[in-house]
């Protein structure tokens, strides 16, 4: 897959109207409780006007009162969505739907929770609980067609995207991800359609010529691919991604240092996403400049410091510079943010093991290969629901 949710997506979606409906008629049962309705009001209210940490204060002071409702659960949920807090979020909307597990918009929540942590899997079931209520429902749809894509699941994404052809027909990166899809499932002819219509769709745009670079590239396309992309950046020369994906088709076609040209333009259009710092480093390390890489990926965590996988990139061009001291700290903040990710425990127990830490080594190593064994159970059983449900 080549990353394409880095301009798919941003999708809101705002499901908490019906758990303000729940909530006004569960309050005018009680019509002396005027304190809980105003603060719900108030927060509602809030929310609205984008005023997330009042709406979650106001929430969060229903439950001290006592008012621990699927509605108000619902609602702190969004507010925390909204803030970015998805971790929180996720908390807030489970304990909502054990308390409603019938509320439609409290799946729709939960899905996009675990879209924007990019957990697709996760995600999916709960967008699929929507469809199943509301099979006409487009958000979802399109919201669990999306996923799927990601997952590389292109007849999943099919079965979700075509029954929406009609409302979103003029939606562009509907049309490319419908487009791709069908080209991976070897359906050429309906890939070819859809591609005609996204041109009309979008008119000569430097924007069109990315998306139809992207879908090029994805369907292995590198000639077309680089004619589209090159379009893409020369009518536009600070759009977007546009150099990201050139650097990406460089690469498969093997000029490098085009590549690497490409990806640093991309880290100054886009300096708040990390996909091309991850790129550029990696072409850094192969040629083994780690003294560039390091110097690159401490500029990259000065503007985006809590992203994990940078800090685990910077330990490991320390790791290639002999220096497993100067590894340890960022794999440390790594952890602290991916407390479950087998890999960054690995990389902390070879810089351990390579410091001469022994002990710290080996019980990291060990945690290593828990935490894989436990993905690659996950793996095998979902596989195995699969084909049961395929049977």
Known sequence: MIGMARSVGGLQA????????????????????????????QGQGALA???????????????????????????????YLRMGKIDAAIQALKR?????????????????AYYRKREFAEAVPHFGAVVAVDPRNVQARYLDGL??????????????????????????????????????????????????????????????????????LALDDYRNAQTELEKAAAGES???????????????????????????????????????????????????????AVSLLEKAIARIPDTPSLLSALARAHLQKSQPEGAIPYLHRAIQLEPNNGNYHYQLGRAYLDAGRRQEGNAEMTKARTLQVE??????????????ATH
Not at 96 to 112: F, R, V, Y
Not at 375 to 388: F, I, K, N, P, Y
């Open 14 to 41: 705002p499901a908490f109207f019906l758990a303000v409906l729940a909530c006004r008629a569960l309050l005018g049962q009680h019509a002396g409780d005027r304190e809980p309705k105003h603060l719900f009001d």
């Open 49 to 79: 006007a984008a005023q997330y940490a009042d709406a979650e204060r106001d929430f969060k002071r229903l439950l001290q009162m006592g008012w621990r409702t699927a509605p108000v659960y619902t609602n702190l949920g969004v507010a």
């Open 96 to 112: 909502a739907k054990e308390l409603a597990p019938g509320m439609a918009g409290i799946d729709l929540n939960l899905g996009l």
């Open 147 to 216: 996923c799927h894509f990601m997952m590389d699941q292109f007849d999943k994404a099919v079965y979700d995207f075509e029954p929406i052809r009609d409302p979103e027909q003029n939606d562009l990166e509907y049309l490319f991800m419908l487009g791709v899809s069908y080209g991976k499932v070897k359906r050429p002819g309906d890939a070819q359609r859809v591609f005609v219509h996204l041109v009309d769709a979008g008119g000569d745009t430097p924007h069109l010529h990315l998306l139809l670079g992207k879908a090029y």
């Open 238 to 292: 600070r759009l977007p991604y546009a150099h990201y994906y050139l650097g990406m088709l460089y690469e498969k076609i093997g000029r490098l240092d085009a590549a690497a040209s490409e990806y640093a333009q991309e880290t100054e259009i886009s300096p708040g996403d990390r996909w091309a710092y991850e790129e550029l480093t990696r072409i850094k390390l192969e040629k083994g400049d780690a003294d560039g």
């Open 375 to 388: 993905v690659l159970t996950g793996q095998m059983e979902a596989l195995s629901r699969d084909a049961s």
